[in-house]
């Protein structure tokens, strides 16, 4: 039995924190706080295509455990390259198979002109799965429900 596939557009959040590759480490956590993300895209500054991704794992383990100045390296320095995304008409799985792949939790969501559309995260995954779960659930109770309303 074959079921309708999801597609990476449905579930990624379309808000994305993007800065440029020349913020400075402090600029980019600034975002992060003020905006309640893990996680910033940084964009190529002649067009809104993405080039990185830093998150603040990244700058704890690459910059602040080994004594870096947070004021003076910028994002670009210590960016995940190379640039890791998925195409916003993908389908989840295939997007599901890219994390596992590449060791991330985070995919940046492309349009079909290769412009940023979103962010794909695994709490967006977990959270997704979770519904079809429920509507799952949702469905045996209902065909119990009413097989005992039924029944003589």
């Known amino acids: 039995m074959r079921t309708a596939s999801t597609l990476v557009r449905d579930i990624a959040s379309h808000e994305v924190v993007t800065v440029a590759s020349g913020a400075t480490l ?9 905006r309640h993300v893990g996680s910033v ?3 190529d500054p002649d067009s809104p295509r993405p080039v990185g991704v830093v998150t603040d794992r990244d700058i704890v383990i690459e910059a602040v455990a080994v004594g870096l100045d947070v004021a003076t390296i910028t994002v670009g320095d210590i960016a995940t390259r190379p640039l890791v995304s998925v195409r916003e008409d993908e389908d989840l799985v295939e ?7 590449c060791g991330v939790r985070r995919l940046p969501v492309t349009g079909p002109n290769g412009h ?5 995260a695994l709490d967006d995954v977990i959270s997704a ?4 779960a429920d509507a799952i659930v949702r469905v045996m109770a ?4 009413k097989e005992t309303a039924t029944r003589r």
């Open 95 to 101: 997007a599901m198979a890219r994390m596992r792949e």
């Open 142 to 145: 209902a065909e119990r429900a």
């Open 26 to 34: 402090r600029e980019c956590a600034k975002a992060m706080r003020e």
């Open 129 to 132: 799965l979770a519904e079809q």
């Open 116 to 120: 940023l559309s979103g962010m794909l």
């Open 41 to 43: 895209v940084l964009v």
